[in-house]
């Protein structure tokens, strides 16, 4: 009886380690195309039920392909860094030393007068009304301090709309020290960090550092790394994950508090990335980061228990498009792994170029859809237009816009480009055009919420 016990635990140990294997090689197989196919160059880790089920580095450490990637590299992770200024917000609202609803001006006194509309909780969600001011000086903390101290007037009222940019998050890490009386880095390093076990993180870590991944283009060549903000958080794929388990388990700061910071504008996102809700329950969050060609993706979800972590030094844009083939991979459906990115092909040669590149981008679409992904087509036309925009290009990038708007898609994604169309002419000075665009983004997504309250603003200032 004893022996029949034993065969029956060997054959049951047997299989488990038969489908464990089945289903790493099932991720590996998705990985080694997405390698092949030049859109995934980065480490990733895959954890199912509290154990690792898949983990694996990618690639080069740098554009010289003669130094190959290490599971412990430290990457940079782009906006997933923000995560950090608010969850500090919110360990001082438990500790009752603020409210959300309090004015940054009660704690930054110095700032203009605008500062006493901008509550708080505008920071942690992105609806403070602060522009992305323009200028081509590297946005360093002491750059974007005059910015703020120049600043005349907010774009909209606070709270009636999203524009995502680093001053929120300037001003979040400024209130943090003023709080806590230490260094940003130190209070979150000793608050966050540590008791979280996230022991090969640090804040503004060195990427000329030996163990950091050096980022580079889709040509191999190295992307350097230019001046800006301090604050940010790099660290491995593997200090990610522990990151993403520490908010799961409540560890630093109260289930309350992390679902008060997944809580977002309509279409935009909260200080957690996106998030969904069931009930009350947060059920999953996922957060995508990107800076100079670094990219980072984690995906938690507490109900399948399943958390996937992808950081990578040569941006494709295609890290939700993996994430999707390993979850359909994972649940036994059918598996499409992405094709190159549209918009990080197209989108120098726009900027060059816009005529020359729309011509490259048609013959793509004409000749190419068997090696380039179409299927997110409008929104990557928007994503080159804002590339644009981001330089200052408003003519060309409305061009783009226009292009992207006269596609047959999603009302959503119309309707944004029509609001991105206003908002170049709204920085151009022509409040009749931006008012016009943000009508018509708001005639065919009445739920545009953006665009809603930013056209209550310009209504305001005309006569």
């Known amino acids: 009886m004893r022996y029949v016990f034993l065969l029956l635990l060997f054959c049951v140990a047997v299989k488990h380690s038969r489908a464990q294997s089945g289903t790493y090689q099932q991720i590996d197989s998705i990985m080694q195309t997405a390698h092949e196919r030049g859109i995934f160059n980065g480490n990733i880790l895959v954890v199912q039920k509290g154990k690792v089920i898949y983990q694996r580095s990618w690639g080069y450490a740098d554009g010289s392909r003669t130094k190959m990637l290490t599971p412990d590299m430290r990457f940079d992770i782009g906006s997933i860094s923000k995560e950090f200024n608010g969850t500090g917000i919110m360990i001082l609202k438990e500790r009752g030393l603020l409210s959300l609803d309090d004015p940054i001006s009660k704690f930054l006194p110095a700032l203009p007068a605008w500062s006493a509309k901008v509550k708080i909780r505008n920071l942690i969600n992105y609806t403070s009304g602060i522009p992305p001011v323009e200028g081509n000086a590297p946005e360093v903390d002491s750059v974007i301090l005059s910015k703020l101290m120049s600043l005349k007037a907010l774009s909209f009222e606070p709270g009636t709309a999203y524009i995502y940019n680093h001053y929120n998050v300037y001003l979040q890490m400024r209130i943090i020290e003023k709080l806590s009386g230490m260094p940003y880095a130190d209070f979150i390093r000793k608050q966050i960090l540590i008791p979280c076990g996230m022991t090969?993180?640090?804040?503004?870590?060195?990427?000329?550092?030996?163990?950091?991944?050096?980022?580079?283009?889709?040509?191999?060549?190295?992307?350097?790394?230019?001046?800006?903000?301090?604050?940010?958080?790099?660290?491995?794929?593997?200090?990610?994950?522990?990151?993403?388990?520490?908010?799961?388990?409540?560890?630093?700061?109260?289930?309350?508090?992390?679902?008060?910071?997944?809580?977002?504008?309509?279409?935009?996102?909260?200080?957690?990335?996106?998030s969904g809700l069931e009930n009350g329950e947060l059920v999953w969050h996922q957060h995508q980061g990107s800076n100079n060609n670094y990219e980072a993706l984690y995906y938690s979800n507490l109900k399948d228990q399943v958390t996937i972590v992808m950081m990578t030094s040569n941006?494709?844009?295609?890290?939700?498009?993996?994430?999707?083939?390993?979850?359909?991979?994972?649940?036994?459906?059918?598996?499409?792994?992405?094709?190159?990115?549209?918009?990080?092909?197209?989108?120098?040669?726009?900027?060059?170029?816009?005529?020359?590149?729309?011509?490259?981008y048609r013959d793509l679409k004409a000749n190419h859809q068997d090696q380039y992904d179409f299927s997110s087509e409008i929104p990557d036309l928007i994503s080159t237009g804002k590339y644009l925009e981001r330089r200052n290009k408003l003519d060309d990038a409305v061009k783009i816009f226009t292009v992207a708007v006269a596609l047959n898609g999603k009302a959503a994604d119309i309707s944004y480009g029509y609001e991105l169309i206003g908002e170049c002419y709204f920085k151009?000075?022509?409040?009749?055009?931006?008012?016009?665009?943000?009508?018509?983004?708001?005639?065919?997504?009445?739920?545009?919420?953006?665009?809603?309250g930013i056209l209550a603003t310009l209504k305001k200032t005309q006569p």
């Open 200 to 274: 090969l993180s640090a804040i503004d870590y060195s990427l000329n550092a030996e163990d950091a991944a050096k980022a580079f283009d889709s040509e191999y060549k190295d992307t350097p790394y230019p001046p800006g903000m301090s604050g940010w958080v790099r660290l491995p794929v593997t200090d990610l994950y522990k990151w993403a388990e520490c908010l799961d388990s409540y560890q630093v700061i109260s289930k309350a508090s992390v679902n008060e910071l997944a809580a977002n504008f309509p279409g935009g996102e909260s200080s957690l990335g996106t």
């Open 315 to 360: 941006q494709q844009m295609k890290v939700y498009g993996i994430k999707f083939a390993i979850l359909a991979a994972l649940k036994g459906e059918p598996v499409i792994v992405p094709k190159k990115s549209l918009y990080l092909e197209m989108r120098a040669k726009i900027l060059a170029d816009p005529d020359r590149g729309l011509a490259f």
């Open 428 to 452: 151009k000075g022509d409040k009749s055009r931006a008012t016009e665009n943000y009508t018509k983004a708001l005639e065919i997504d009445p739920k545009n919420k953006n665009a809603e």
